[in-house]
């Protein structure tokens, strides 16, 4: 099982550059979750697919920030244009929609805006 | 709004001491709650998970225990070694929701 993969790792752009984010899920997980981790904040939901649906996306900031899911496989979180205090970790998370199964977390991409 | 609080912040212990490590939640109407491992530059490992009618889970060294009623969760680390050492995480289910506390960092000194 490979988990989620997540990609780039690290990120360093310049303010007012478009940064997409991308995720593969675990293969069999139905439900996929962005989330954002800073220090100030800690760990906050951003958006949650069920199905490739966007079911909640009231944690998404910005309008700069949109969220896609073409397939079951593959992710992106898009944020455009990017500012500072867009600067943190950004992990996605895939879950089997089974009971009390765990999610299952990518290593995150760290994201520094200039 | 469900808030979770972990306590304390951080941590730090001689090799071989047990490790007692706190978190309390607001709104009992949970599904269940996790507990999760954060290493530097890493994303969460789940260690142990207990589902909302049980009242403690063991895995290994790690035991956590949950008293729903009183919104609290109790993760035990027995004969704490320095691979322990790592930011703990606990999340509170709802729905589909995982609220989270801002963790508690801890250190295993050899």
């Known amino acids: 099982d490979a988990g989620v993969i997540q990609s780039p790792r690290h990120e360093v752009t310049e303010m007012g550059q478009e940064v997409t984010l991308r995720c593969k899920p675990i293969?069999?997980?139905?439900?996929l979750f962005w989330y954002r981790q800073t220090m100030m904040r800690g760990l906050e939901l951003l958006i949650y697919f069920n199905n490739n649906v966007p079911i909640d996306d009231s944690g998404m900031p910005e309008d700069r920030f949109s969220a896609k899911m073409p397939n079951a496989s593959f992710s992106t979180l898009k944020i455009q244009p990017s500012e500072p205090r867009d600067s943190a970790v950004y992990f996605c998370?895939?879950?089997?929609?089974?009971?009390?199964?765990?999610?299952?977390f990518g290593d995150g991409t760290r994201l520094s805006i200039l | 709004k469900q808030e979770v609080t972990q306590i304390p912040a951080a941590l730090s212990v001689p090799e071989g001491e047990n490790l007692v490590l706190n978190c309390s939640f607001t709104d009992s109407a949970i599904y269940n709650l996790q507990w999760f491992r954060q290493d530097p530059g890493k994303g969460l490992t789940s260690l142990l998970l207990i589902q909302s009618s049980q009242r403690e889970q063991t895995s290994g060294r790690l035991n956590a225990s949950l008293d729903k009623s009183s919104g609290r969760s109790t993760l035990y680390i027995a004969a704490s070694q320095p691979g322990d050492s790592a930011t703990y995480l606990c999340a509170v289910r709802r729905d589909y929701k995982l609220s989270f506390g801002a963790g508690t960092t801890v250190t295993v000194r050899a």
């Open positions: 998370a895939s879950f089997s929609g089974v009971g009390n199964q765990p999610q299952h």
């Open positions: 293969s069999g997980h139905n439900s």
